[in-house]
């Protein structure tokens, strides 16, 4: 075990210590898991369904504190976080009706019924990242739990608060003990013994792409079960013909929430070419207008990175030579501070490339269309992206095109927890969210009764 200091990104003061536990404590926690489901998988639908309405009620309850946790822990806006445990109690809300709706199916078949169970996996492990910990958390455990599994999460080395203090609320709420067990660790410790457990079922990874195909590696070594949420570079696509003043307005906003720190971020803004000029003169000054700052300020839009060596790598895409076309502001003084900034670089440059994970959109042209389809496709990634205009058809066309999970029309919303959540290409395997959520977390049984023959008689009846 290792204890670790926990870094304030917006102060760079210690919020605390943690323990980094070891391969042992996953041995522990899947022997704790298992018995803790199967007392789980025992109860009526009815009674797990309400004991995640608790469970709800409880994160509600908690609200506040998990919200100032985040706060300190991983430099969140404050109203971003209250957003965000609202955003978990709402996941549970949402699947807390799913014990009683997981119905399978009864299926025509000769010489007897036929019908199908969803039977929950056993243990499943989640492996989080450190950008949105609770929610990410949630949506792998809202609706494992609800499909009757016992879940482990490992959060990030550099977040695990909120997670550590899920756990307990849960406990608090009446959950079976272990039902909702978290590990703190490192990645390549206890990380690798999830991936590795043959008591575990199913993991559910977030993270880098990187990370994910080493995931899918070692998930291959027993079959396990994977879903896989990995990076992006998304594009927001504005034509000419969409309402500018809005696309503009709300550019930064989909690339520079949680400081950029998000998967979905709109990090590449394709503008056609006959209104780039007029739209980089509204992005100037929305730009300017995000406000920076002390992430307990109630007002403050964008707070710090999550740590400084998070800081190192998105800098290192803004040498001293890089095609800054303007930057936002930045507090000064200790904090992990990155301003907005809006790059207007070549298309293979390594920032409209890669995924940097921080407040810097690339800003290119497109001429027509088939233009615009073509440079947002140019990525690995696929998993979200914006399209602006009024041209209703050129809407659907467009979205229909683009080869992504999660696009939004004169919007940049990407997260519903009532609607599937997922990427194409590198930037995923399975869907997240929506109302099928819990089918990922079951395995499909089937069972067939042979009856007797039926007589003419009472096939008659049958048909009548
Ligand atoms: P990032 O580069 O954004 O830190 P990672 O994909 O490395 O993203 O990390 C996401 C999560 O995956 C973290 O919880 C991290 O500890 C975990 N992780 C990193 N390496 C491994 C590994 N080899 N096996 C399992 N989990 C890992």
């Not at 016992?150 to 959950?175: S, Y």
């Not at 502001?329 to 070549?346: D, H, I, K, N, S």
Request: hydrophobic residues 45%.
């Amino acid at each position: 075990m290792t204890v670790v200091d926990l870094i304030n990104p917006a102060t760079e003061e210690v919020v605390t210590t943690v323990d980094l536990l070891d391969e042992s404590a996953v041995d522990e926690a899947v022997a704790t898991a298992h018995r803790a489901q199967r007392i789980w998988a025992a109860l009526s639908p009815a009674a797990r369904a309400a004991g995640l309405r608790d469970l709800a009620a409880a994160v509600d309850g908690n609200r506040d504190e998990l919200a100032a946790l985040e706060v300190a822990n991983s430099g969140h806006p404050i109203g971003q976080a209250r957003w965000e445990a609202e955003h978990v109690r709402d996941v549970l809300t949402f699947y807390s009706a799913s014990p009683e709706r997981l119905s399978g199916k009864q299926i025509p078949v000769a010489g007897g019924i036929d019908m199908t169970f969803c039977d929950p996996i056993g243990v499943v492990g989640i492996i989080t990242p450190w950008n949105f910990p609770m929610t990410i958390a949630s949506w792998g455990f809202a609706p494992a739990l609800a499909a009757g599994n016992a879940v482990i999460v490992k959060p990030a080395e550099w977040t695990p608060l909120t997670t550590i203090r899920l756990a307990e609320i849960a406990e608090e709420a009446g959950l079976p003990p272990g039902l909702l067990q978290v590990v703190p660790g490192r990645g390549d410790v206890v990380g690798e013994a999830m991936l590795g457990h043959p008591g575990i079922g199913k993991i559910v990874f977030t993270g880098s792409t990187r990370t994910g195909r080493h995931v899918m590696t070692r998930a291959a070594e027993s079959v396990k079960r994977i879903t896989l949420e990995l990076g992006g570079k998304s594009a927001n696509i504005v034509f000419a013909d969409s309402d500018l003043e809005q696309a503009a307005a709300t550019a930064p906003y989909g690339v520079f929430d949680n400081a950029g720190q998000d998967c979905c971020a709109r990090s590449r803004i394709l503008v056609q070419r006959s209104v780039y000029d007029r739209f980089m003169e509204l992005l100037e000054p929305a730009v300017a207008g995000v406000r920076v700052g002390d992430p307990i300020d109630d007002a403050t839009e964008m707070g710090p990175l999550v740590s400084r060596a998070h800081w190192q790598k998105v800098a290192s895409y803004v040498p001293d030579d890089a095609p800054v076309a303007f930057r936002g502001t930045a507090p000064e003084g200790p904090g992990f501070w990155f301003p907005p900034t809006v790059l207007t670089p070549q298309p293979n440059d390594r920032a409209v490339v890669e995924e940097i994970f921080g407040p810097v959109v690339t800003v290119l042209p497109f001429d027509d269309e088939a233009d615009a389809i073509a440079i947002a496709n140019a990525t690995e990634y696929g998993l979200a992206g914006s399209i602006w205009t009024d041209d209703l058809s050129r809407a659907l066309r467009v979205s229909r095109a683009v080869a992504a999970g999660n696009l939004s029309v004169n919007s940049h919303s990407s997260v519903r927890y009532s609607t599937p959540f997922g990427g194409f290409k590198q930037s995923g395997l399975g869907r997240e969210l929506g109302p099928d959520a819990p089918l990922g977390f079951t395995e499909t049984k089937n069972v067939f009764i042979a009856v007797g023959a039926a007589t003419p008689a009472q096939s008659q009846r049958g048909t009548s």
